[in-house]
DNA sequence: TGCAACCTTCACATCTCCTTAACGAAGGAG
DNA sequence: CTCCTTCGTTAAGGAGATGTGAAGGTTGCA
């Protein structure tokens, strides 16, 4: 993944330019918007990493500048933390507002975040339908309640189901996006884990009545 | 207000010099703990600003030096956010902890922050969930009334995770988290000390009500 | 220098969970 | 009604993750 930094401050370029290395990101870095300008348009970077406050034209002006040919996610980083600056800076197009001083990691995270976004995997966050609920970060779910077991894979399965309720999901797809692109797996193996989760969510697993059969297409969850 | 800036980074200086200086600050700087040293000894500053990575002596000798004969409140500036770090130089009498890079107006408030608290009292961010209690300022640790025995790496971990209640870590980010960035350590380490920390602090370390497993993900503590 | 505490790694044990296969049941088309 | 496809269901085997004890090496301290 190609990352552009463009900060005017060489301790910040500087720290966030080995971070990002060591999390095996290829960087490029400019400090003014000319130069950041410029590496934009040859290397093509999957991710912009942005200081509003840069010496001539401000950070504002060059989001503006890329987002007229292009879709490239963009996350700005500023000084100033007033909630006027972040809807700014959202409007224009940023995809994260960072305020200064951040945490490396968080940064990182963030960076991350929009980049699992901008491929379609999920963000972390609490889904709830209905009673069930179900929690990433600590990776809890609860049927009312009531706490509930689930394997990882379970786990991950419900998730993703509960996270796009209503929607069907053929088993290659669930396949690819639950288990992973380098998945080699036979597509029936996702049966059986419906089938474990229906014991475990619904009230009579042989009627079920959230997690759907969808015939000649694949699962959904409703709720 | 006399201030000793030591930091062998001479961006960094100049920048944090002229703020304060701005400021009203009187500010004296060193490249290394020795000049740090003795421009200590000859101005006698209300503050010392730190920097942990120095040349020869790393910042933490520097600090044990001026607190055997001196309560001088001193801020560490590290590129570090580990745990580890944090914790070790709260230990070590540091009165804040500042990670790079860091905004300069926040440095002038912690700086402010701490000359208020005057000779008064510590930052100490004690944590406690439920019968267990951590103080990383006195590196402390009791279970109910019954004080804990910790290794600096224990100690470490389980007030990270403590500190965390709730959240699942993988192994990787406990690493980077408590470890450290530059720490390239086999993921299986987290296992061992784990298990070191059930010992301590589970009632029976084969069954843990605390330090919980979430399997394929990492640990996390609950309570 | 020697000791002691501590950290890391390795090897092996254990256990959970994933995958697969097999067969039965249900749905749909002709 | 019958055949073919799709889905449900169960159990077994194995892959992979974690638990656990011990050895080796490093660091700090006396």
């Not at 720290?15 to 000319?34: H, I, M, P, Q, Y």
């Not at 933390?81 to 224009?92: I, N, P, S």
């Not at 380098?182 to 597509?187: G, I, L, S």
Request: hydrophobic share 40%; net charge neutral.
């Amino acid at each position: 993944m190609k990352l552009l930094i463009v900060d005017d401050e060489p301790t910040i370029v500087e720290t966030v330019e080995a971070k990002f290395r060591r999390e095996g990101f290829t960087t490029f870095t400019a400090d003014s918007a000319e130069e950041g300008m410029r590496l934009f348009k040859r290397v093509k970077p999957d991710l912009i990493i942005l200081d509003i406050m840069l010496p001539q034209r401000s950070g504002y002006d060059f989001c503006r500048a890329v987002r007229k040919d292009s879709a490239t996610p963009i996350l700005f980083i500023s000084a100033r933390a007033d909630e006027a600056d972040r809807v700014k800076g959202l409007e224009m197009g940023a995809d994260d507002y960072v305020v200064k001083p951040f945490n490396l990691s968080e940064l990182v995270a963030r960076v991350k975040a929009i980049l699992r976004r901008a491929t379609g995997e999920p963000v972390r966050e609490l889904v709830e339908r209905g009673d069930l609920k179900l929690d990433p970060r600590s990776h809890e779910a609860w049927l009312g309640d009531k706490p509930l077991t689930l394997s990882p894979k379970e786990y991950a399965l419900l998730y993703f189901l509960a996270r796009n309720a209503g929607q069907v999901f053929s088993r290659e797809t669930l396949l690819d996006r639950v288990w992973g692109k380098d998945a080699f797996v036979n597509a029936r193996t996702v049966d059986v884990h419906i089938r474990w989760l229906r014991t475990r969510i619904e009230v009579d697993a042989n009627t079920p009545e959230r997690l759907m059969t969808v015939r000649g297409v694949g699962y959904k969850f409703v709720g």
